[in-house]
Nanobody
């Protein structure tokens, strides 16, 4: 059983910062990527950022220079530092992991954490 547990969402004013955390646990054999997606009301889920064990990262264009993804491989934990937040960053943020387990390789998802950017 693989689980992803997120924390760190909340309400913040425009220009503020938040840091999200996501810890993976369970029968994980190989981690390919961990990262974050988000979904705003009425919109499709979109990739925000992802990182592999070697530290290679990918970012959605609109968050480049404002968000930083990092990971602690020993703790199977990924972080998303979000700075200079904008109202357009509002949404439910989902942690995801591209893992191999005894059931094979697939994507796993956290329960989601709400981020609201509003004055």
């Amino acid at each position: 059983q693989v689980q992803l547990v997120e924390s760190g969402g909340g309400l913040v004013q425009p220009g503020g910062s938040l840091k999200l955390s996501c810890k993976a646990s369970g029968n994980i054999l190989v981690i390919y990527y961990m990262g974050w997606y988000r979904q705003a009301p009425g919109k499709a889920r979109e990739l925000v950022a992802r990182i592999n064990p070697g530290g290679s990262t990918n970012y959605f264009d609109s968050v480049k220079g404002r968000f930083t993804i990092s990971r602690d491989n020993a703790k199977n934990t990924v972080y998303l530092q979000m700075n200079t937040l904008e109202p357009e960053d509002t949404g439910v943020y989902y942690c995801y992991g591209d893992f191999s387990s005894s059931l094979g390789r697939r994507d796993y998802w956290g329960q989601g954490t709400q981020v609201t950017v509003s004055s």
